[in-house]
């Protein structure tokens, strides 16, 4: 029944986070709530355990976005479809050398989080981030369905309109 609320209330969270008129400083708390929620539920963090497990997570998160904003910043103004050889070369290895860094990041932080959490709590974050990931993945799709079902429905309704004038 608590593993039901959860993750009901992640899905109210993640859902009600979108919406147009939220601004997107308000979804993404939203968002991260959701995140916090369904970690928290999955792990079955003692309140001991998540007073120190979050900082040092968090600080993981952040710093691995980091990594992954290299990658980004790499390929900034580069036409993807006309690359030169050189520059093929030079962003594959600075891609290698980011994964590196990543499974690098990943054994320190998993040695640190194993000092506040189980190892089977653990493999479970790793799980839980995965599940997240992917409903988040999942409602973007559908509200990404959802906008082109109304786009093709006012476009059907605008060309009623102008064939009814006509």
């Known amino acids: 029944m608590k593993k039901l609320v959860f993750i009901g209330l992640a899905l109210v969270l993640m859902s009600s986070g979108y919406s147009q008129d939220v601004p997107q400083q308000n979804a993404e708390s939203k968002l991260q709530a959701a995140r916090i929620a369904l970690i928290t ?89 995965d599940d997240f990931r992917s409903m988040i993945i999942l409602r973007l799709e559908q509200r990404k369905r959802q906008q082109l079902q109304r786009d093709r429905m006012l476009r059907d309704r605008e060309r009623r309109l102008r064939q009814g004038n006509n």
């Not at 194993?114 to 493999?123: A, P, T, Y």
């Open 41 to 129: 539920e999955r792990l079955g963090l003692t309140p001991e355990q998540a007073q120190k497990f979050w900082p040092l997570y968090n600080q993981y998160a952040q710093d691995r976005r980091q990594l992954q904003q290299e990658v980004r910043k790499a390929r900034l103004g580069l036409d993807m479809q006309h690359l030169t050889e050189e520059q093929s070369k030079r962003l594959m290895k600075l891609r290698l050398d980011i994964k590196q860094k990543e499974v690098n990041l990943e054994k320190r932080y998993s040695n640190r989080l194993m000092d506040v959490i189980s190892s089977r709590q653990l493999l479970a974050l790793r799980k839980a981030e």
